[in-house]
């Protein structure tokens, strides 16, 4: 058993359980239908590197704490549409499983034990194993945990110790558009879920135009969009974000390495025309993702933590009480979210055998979340928003469309996603 790392705990349990819990999802589709047993092995093989694949989330003295299990009961289901609980017996006790139908294989997680980049590795570990299960590849030898989870934040704040952010935008001090949206109920896990498929070769070239990268581009697009959708006026469209911090300050970990921060798109933004606007939006990124801008927004996420668990009541207490303020506050500084993995790397010998990828993350505090990744020439942005209405992402179809031929949209409906739910956790 051991004490969660900084990563692990913001947001996941002191912020953001319950209904609201970040469920992250890699999908892969495959060439042929998927057998059951020689997946559930390969599962299992897989777990053996990445051991924090094998966390079982427990409650000990009114505080969150990790635990590893053994593999007995690897968490491999025929998709049925269940909501599941994750940590509970409806996955074994894990914070994962793996939902399977026909050619479809997705890897469904609990963000306290990995981020995108940590869930695909573990996916392309497990596909690894599994075309080994079926006879196509050779066996793979895995060295018991191997996937390093170290503890990613606090080895940045001892490397960045009282060292002042510059030029941090901080969305308090502005007055922030948030979405006029009729949500679902919040008592459930309803979220729509839309996708918008961009051929990446226009797009790098429209972004080289622009002396500018695919995120600032996708969100100068996105900023004209809102814009045009709504009566934003004066006010400012703030992207909540992420960001690897892996890349920046060159470490290596298998769990959580992710952080997040505010990319600004100003009234004036709409003044210039697309690669204008792709480089400004260029310019301040660059600037938000210091390495003192990044190690001080990962301290005030400490700060938050500490005060957390100084308090003198049980974890459940304190999180009924801070989730109203939580989801007000997240929408009064935040419109929406985005991270971008970037090109999903699998294994040469796997690429044959997976014809799509695709990863999303339940929309929790803010109206609509974007998780796009690039696997064989297309970015593929999947939108999870909390409301029914279309028009907002459908006017980014065409705003994007407009600029990039051949981007489609896709309508995947509706969709329940699964929690984590603190009371359902075992107590010690």
Partial sequence: MRELYLADKYYYYWVNPG???????????????????????????????????????????????HELLGIENVPVFEDDGTVRRMGTADTHGYLFYIAWKGRR?????????????????????????????????????????????????????????DVPAYGKFD????????MPIDRYSREGTLQRVLEIDVPLAPLLGLSKRSDSSVVPTLQALIGRALRTTYDVGERTIVAYTSIDTRRVFGLESGGNG??????????????????KRAMVLRGALDLQTLPENIATEIANNMAGVAEG?????????????IESSVLENSNAIYTYAISYPGKVSLPDEIVPYVQEVRTSVSAYTLPFSIEACEYQGTVR????????????????????????????????????????????????
Wanted: net charge negative; aromatic share 8%; hydrophobic share 40%.
């Fill in 381 to 428: 942005m999947v939108f999870t928003q909390n409301f029914v209405d279309d028009d907002p992402v459908r006017a980014i179809y065409q705003e994007i469309s407009r600029e990039v031929p051949g981007t489609e949209f896709v309508d995947r409906g509706e969709r329940s996603y699964d929690e984590l739910r603190l009371e359902d956790l075992e107590h010690r």
């Fill in 171 to 178: 969305p308090r001090k502005h007055d922030i558009f948030s």
């Fill in 105 to 161: 294989v997705a890897l469904r997680y609990f963000h306290s034990i990995a981020d995108g980049r940590g869930g695909l590795a573990f996916m392309g570990t497990m596909l690894r194993c599994y075309l080994n299960e079926l006879g196509i590849l050779d066996r793979v030898t895995l060295v018991p945990d191997s996937s390093d989870t170290r503890p990613t934040f606090e080895h940045i704040l001892e490397r960045m110790e």
């Fill in 19 to 65: 209904g609201r819990a970040p469920i992250v999802e890699w999908e892969v589709i495959l060439s042929q239908d998927v057998d059951e047993a020689s997946l559930a092995r390969a599962v299992a093989a897989a777990m053996v590197a990445h051991t924090t694949f094998r966390t079982h989330p427990i409650i000990v003295d009114g505080r969150p704490r």
């Fill in 309 to 321: 668990e100084a308090t003198p009541y049980p974890i459940e207490a304190i999180t009924a009480s």
């Fill in 258 to 275: 992710a952080t997040h921060f505010s990319v600004p798109y100003m009234a004036k933004l709409d003044r210039y025309d697309l690669p």
